[in-house]
T-cell receptor, first 113, second 115 residues
């Protein structure tokens, strides 16, 4: 069956450390993998994306890797700050007969001062 | 660019009543998506439109759910004969294309509570 999994437990890290979030998927072939941030009571906000033929992408303190063989993406936030505390969602951008964006369950991140 | 607007933000209703949510996407975005999200879960795809055409509908969407996008502008999502299991956040998103990717801009959502 098709599945998207993210870190099952909430992630708590110390301010200044690097947070690493994992996204694994099965039985999908995404053309792109996207990462979104969601704050309580708000809609998700797009952060960055990586194409299926890219290995790594960076944007400021964010880095994402994509391994289509392992069917896994890692999302890193370096020099984390309390303001980075939120839920992070990975999303698969599927290009079949019709486009579809499928979200994972999310990982809750808390950055402790 | 005023973003994606959803109305109402909160709706409390009794089981068996009908409810309707409205979404106004970003004006130049031609694709519009509806998702449902329950606590602790990611957004679950319901349906999407390209202009006024409804291109795909999730199998999870029962016959009690219907969505429209007349004239390819705003969209409505109606739930008939609501059940307690319909309680969730209903999210609307519109699409901005960046190099072929479907980057979504979400509204703040409409939270439904069915008593």
């Amino acid at each position: 069956s098709q599945k998207i999994e993210q870190n099952s437990e909430a992630l708590n890290i110390q301010e200044g450390k690097t947070a690493t979030l994992t996204c694994n998927y099965t039985n999908y072939s995404p053309a792109y993998l996207q990462w979104y941030r969601q704050d309580p009571g708000r809609g998700p906000v797009f952060l960055l994306l990586i194409r299926e033929n890219e290995k790594e992408k960076r944007k400021e303190r964010l880095k994402v890797t994509f391994d289509t063989t392992l069917k896994q993406s890692l999302f890193h936030i370096t020099a984390s700050q309390p303001a980075d505390s939120a839920t992070y969602l990975c999303a698969l951008d599927i290009k079949t007969s019709y486009d579809k964006v499928i979200f994972g369950p999310g990982t809750s991140l808390s950055v402790i001062p | 660019d005023t973003g994606v607007s959803q109305d109402p933000r909160h709706k409390i209703t009794k089981r068996g009543q009908n409810v309707t949510f409205r979404c106004d996407p970003i004006s130049e975005h031609n694709r519009l998506y509806w998702y449902r999200q329950t606590l602790g879960q990611g957004p679950e795809f319901l349906t999407y439109f390209q202009n006024e055409a409804q291109l795909e509908k999730s199998r999870l969407l029962s016959d009690r759910f219907s969505a429209e996008r007349p004239k390819g502008s705003f969209s409505t999502l109606e739930i008939q004969r609501t059940e307690q299991g319909d309680s969730a956040m209903y999210l609307c998103a519109s699409r901005k294309q960046i190099t072929g990717a479907n980057v979504l801009t979400f509204g703040a959502g409409s939270r439904l509570t069915v008593l």
